[in-house]
């Protein structure tokens, strides 16, 4: 490499939800420094203690930890404070992208668009409220945990009562939930890399959304790349998406998630800051086709901490 970057710590696992994710995150980015003879090493906060990293000696951090503790500012605010550089986001717009509810405050401010939604506090909910709430958002709702990533604890509710099994599953998750109008149309994703717009993807899955299980286990799951659209609209997309990355404060690389409904509007779900970095995941989908290898990728991602 032409570029000293010193000993990496590699933070990956971490105790969110999303644990075995990031382990395979942390894992295939941990191999592609190595492989590059970069001096990378694993570090994960669940076993090892994060407190000692100046100590040992290193001189910057790749952020693979996924979920809380790893996307929502925590890790981001204590390596600042170590006085350790780190890709990706900062502490303010890190943590603000973990709340979808905060999120989708800021985008509406802006007159970006996002589905209508309602807050769902767990102190606060009274069951009796479900099927008004089912009514307020069209009949058929999404039900997310603020603060999850993955699809974790997500579901569709049709009814009062398939709403009220949604929301006490979701709570096991977080105690605030976010409620969204469901949108019926196409998924799509476009990845940001240093202010680069990469080629947005187009999925689709057999399941009823892109759950969990879609994107991590299924066999049938369908990601098209070149996404298919015609240039005005994938231009129209590109544009929302980098003015809802920029809105949140967003720097370095990250993903924006979207629904095309069917009546062609484009909806805004989330940011995601730290996304998922198999070498089957979406950002390095994106990124091939711009023409980067994994290894290549993860370099230009480590050299936001030089």
């Known amino acids: 490499m032409s570029l000293d970057f010193g000993k990496v710590a590699v933070l990956f696992g971490g105790n969110s939800a999303e644990r075995e994710v ?44 996924h979920g809380r503790g790893g996307e929502d500012g925590v890790i981001q605010g204590f390596l600042t404070t170590l006085g350790i550089p780190y890709t990706g986001c900062d502490v303010l717009s890190s943590a603000i992208a973990m709340d979808k509810a905060k999120t989708k405050q800021i985008w509406q401010s802006q007159q970006l668009p996002t589905a209508k939604y309602q807050v769902i506090v767990k102190e606060c909910f009274d069951e009796s409220d479900c099927a008004t709430i089912i009514a307020d958002l069209s009949g058929m709702v999404m039900v997310k945990p603020i ?39 196409q998924e799509y994703t476009v990845a940001i890399l240093n202010s680069e717009i990469l080629p947005a993807i187009r999925m689709q899955t057999e399941n009823e959304f892109y759950d969990y299980q879609a994107k991590y286990q ?21 544009e929302i998406a980098y003015q809802a990355f920029s809105a949140i404060g967003c720097s370095g690389w990250g993903r924006v998630d979207f629904m095309l409904d069917n009546q062609g509007n484009w909806n805004l779900l989330e940011v995601n800051t730290v996304p998922g970095m198999t070498p089957t995941s979406l950002v390095p989908k994106a990124a091939k086709q711009a023409g980067y290898s994994f290894e290549q990728l993860v370099v230009e991602i480590l050299k936001q901490s030089l």
């Open 22 to 65: 990031s382990l395979s995150s942390g894992k295939a980015v941990l191999k592609a420094l190595v492989d590059q003879g970069i001096n990378a090493f694993a570090v994960d906060p669940k076993t090892d203690d994060i407190s000692l990293l100046k100590k040992q000696g290193f001189d910057r951090a790749f952020i693979a930890l």
């Open 147 to 185: 603060n999850e990533g993955s699809s974790i604890g997500m579901a569709k509710a049709c009814n009062a009562e398939q709403l009220l099994n949604a929301l006490n599953e979701a709570f096991k998750f977080d105690h605030k939930v976010l409620v969204e109008s469901w949108i019926t149309g």
């Open 218 to 238: 299924s066999t049938t799951t369908q990601y098209f790349c070149p996404c298919g659209l015609e240039n005005k609209k994938l231009t129209e997309l590109n």
